[in-house]
């Protein structure tokens, strides 16, 4: 069965960091473009970062650009999002999901609907 997991999420606060981690199963995650959304109380679900099958391209949005890395270990079938500097606007559920492609688009690839299968989402809160 094909799944996505995320974990990680948390209450840190401002300026403070965490590690949230997108591990796959019931298929193989290295075959696959890997994006990470968000989608806070109230608002539309906004692309935050995607990655290539293989790591070597990268896109984010500007919101969160210097501040959030989108690694991935293909040997874990894991995606990451490293999260820096955190700012209570950050505050949402954050999800993973996959692109049906090695690479995502060049534009529009924080468009939810060109995406397939979606985790259950991890919390983060960004406050004091």
């Known amino acids: 069965q094909l799944q996505f997991v995320e974990s990680g999420g948390g209450l840190v606060q401002p300026g403070g960091s965490l590690r949230l981690s997108c591990a796959a199963s019931?298929?193989?995650?290295?075959?696959?473009?890997v994006a990470w959304f968000r989608q806070a109380p109230g608002k539309e679900r906004e692309g935050v970062s995607c990655i290539n099958w293989n790591g070597g391209l990268t896109n984010s949005a500007d919101s969160v650009k210097g501040r959030f890395t989108i690694p991935r270990e293909n040997a874990k079938n894991t995606v990451y999002l490293h999260m820096n500097s955190l700012k209570p606007e950050d505050t949402a559920v954050y999800y993973c999901t996959r692109y049906p492609n090695f690479d995502p688009p060049v534009t529009g690839w924080g468009t939810p609907a060109a995406y397939e299968s979606w985790g259950q989402g991890t919390q983060v809160t960004v406050s004091t």
């Open positions: 019931g298929f193989n995650l290295n075959n696959y473009a």
